[in-house]
């Protein structure tokens, strides 16, 4: 009898191993943003209308040498749409950096100086930008926590404000992301 739970303990640990297997990057963003197939959703896509997200990083990474969860979130954004079929040009993703954050949004050599270790944000950061999504630092954060701004990566935008940046990207017809 034994055996046998043995067994079935093993099949249930198995199960969610299999689930996780299922999980795939792409077609966006290969470095971050792994996503499950939905078979049949009963919530339909539509993938003729435009999906504009604006996204809010204002916490960092609990560890230097991580990456931080909202970066991975709009790459499984990107990723999951590109994957329901949603056409790329129907796409489109902004992320506003403030608050604690924004250290997350130096240069490989910046960010090692302050850390240690390369930044780990770097790879996702340069496919998300060239991906079209915009990254928009907050420049009363920058300012107020002495960022160097010209040590930024490449691509990064300073806005006046991380408010003034979400009222920007509404009037062009983001919505914020709830969470």
């Not at 991580?66 to 796409?91: F, K």
């Not at 302050?114 to 790879?123: I, Q, T």
């Not at 991906?131 to 300012?143: F, H, N, W």
């Amino acid at each position: 009898m034994r055996p046998a739970i043995l067994a079935a303990g093993l099949i249930l640990l198995a199960a969610p191993l299999a689930a996780q297997d299922a999980r795939r990057a792409g077609p966006t963003i290969q470095s971050a943003g792994t996503v499950f197939e939905v078979a049949d959703p009963s919530f339909a896509t539509p993938v003729d209308m435009p999906f504009k997200l604006a996204f809010e990083m204002a916490a960092a990474a609990p560890e230097p040498g991580e990456m931080n969860v909202t970066l991975n979130s709009v790459a499984r954004y990107l990723n999951m749409h590109a994957q329901a079929g949603v056409p790329a040009t129907q796409i489109s993703a902004a992320v506003v950096v403030h608050g604690p954050a924004g250290w997350e949004l130096l240069d490989d050599n910046a960010y090692r100086d302050r850390h240690g270790v390369a930044n780990p944000n770097s790879g996702v950061v340069r496919e998300l930008l060239q991906a079209g999504v915009r990254i928009v630092l907050c420049g009363q954060t920058a300012a107020s926590r002495g960022i160097p701004t010209e040590h930024l990566m490449s691509g990064v935008e300073v806005a006046l404000s991380a408010m003034t940046a979400f009222l920007v990207l509404q009037e062009e017809g983001y919505r914020v992301n709830p969470w």
